[in-house]
């Protein structure tokens, strides 16, 4: 079976003047025109790689955005034939100086129709098409609200204090420290979390590395949720009023209300919306593990809010 080297992208875009525009960059060592993109580092998940990737090769500090295509090829791996699995996102700059860092010589900004005739590629052609498809409907410019589960902590049974202070152990601790990296990709700035110790240590260190303050919510916790079972929905509703990147931490137990409050909101007028509705179906039937993130791509706050789009990042893609 041939190997399969992962990597990951984006196409940054931007709107100058009314029209859409997007960086490609040129490598002259193939001397071609394409996406900023590479393989992943060990340990690395596919969303940091896409942020790390353009930072190296345009200069440009981005924010994930809505989900691309993934583009599939043969290429040559350690001296056999492999497979390329390489994800792509569009991505909103949000700084850097545009230095060069690697294989780069040359980053462009195009107009989109101007991108198309530039591409060396015809496989990169589909994440184009979809970024432009996504600026038709409107919701190019969605927002990111994940769901967490909190990472794996201590048993119960060998835990002989109140069950709201049984701490992280040893998997979960590092499967806390490897979300760092997946939230700050997609710019989240706002967390509420279950104020029991393995939630809110879930969320701890991106909060250490500058991602925000916790902020406790009992409704989300396993003990409010059953004294108040509305409350846990009651938070989620207030994130999608507020229309911020956000992150809302909680248990096994209380996800399910979480999840279907997001299905409600699920766009069912494309055929990512679709996609995105059988993922959450997927969740709402199966659960998540300890420690991944179901993030929804959101336009609009409040009634007029709509999930356009669903990623799953299980704590076993970043180990």
């Known amino acids: 079976m041939a190997a399969t080297v992962p990597a990951a992208g984006t196409l940054p875009w931007r709107r100058r003047r009314g029209r859409l525009e997007v960086t490609l960059v040129h490598r002259p060592r193939y001397d071609d025109w394409s996406w900023a993109k590479g393989k992943l580092d060990a340990g690395e998940a596919f969303p940091s790689a896409a942020v790390r990737e353009t930072l190296e090769e345009t200069g440009l500090h981005v924010r994930l955005g809505h989900p691309l295509p993934t583009t599939t090829y043969q290429v040559g791996h350690r001296g056999r034939p492999a497979t390329k699995e390489v994800r792509y996102w ?24 101007a991108a198309a005739a530039r591409l060396s590629y015809d496989h990169d052609h589909t994440q184009l098409q979809a970024l432009v498809d996504a600026d038709r409907r409107g919701t190019l410019s969605a927002w990111p609200l994940a769901v967490v589960r909190h990472a794996k902590a201590r048993s119960r049974s060998t835990w002989r204090q ?40 879930t969320l701890a260190p991106y909060a250490a590395a500058g991602g925000g303050r916790l902020r406790p919510r009992p409704g989300l916790s396993e003990e409010g949720h059953a004294q108040h079972p509305g409350r846990a929905r009651h938070h989620i509703e207030r994130l999608l009023e507020r229309g911020v990147p956000a992150a809302a931490c909680s248990h096994g137990p209380v996800l399910p209300d979480l999840v279907a409050c997001l299905l409600e909101r699920v766009d069912r007028t494309s055929t990512l919306g679709l996609a995105a509705r059988s993922v959450v179906e997927d969740v709402l039937d199966h659960g998540m593990a300890k420690g991944e993130v179901l993030l929804a791509h959101v336009i609009g706050t409040g009634e007029d ?15």
Do not use: C
């Open 162 to 201: 109140e069950d709201a202070l049984r701490p992280l152990d040893k998997a979960g601790h590092a499967q806390a420290q490897g979300l760092v990296p997946v939230l700050g990709s997609y710019g989240i700035s706002r967390l509420v979390t279950s104020p029991s110790t393995r939630a809110a240590d």
């Open 90 to 113: 569009a991505a909103e700059v949000t700084g850097g100086d545009g230095a060069l860092v690697n294989e780069v010589d040359e980053v462009v900004w195009l107009a989109t129709d």
């Open 305 to 319: 809010a709509r999930v356009v789009a669903v990623e799953r990042h299980h704590p076993r893609d970043r180990a």
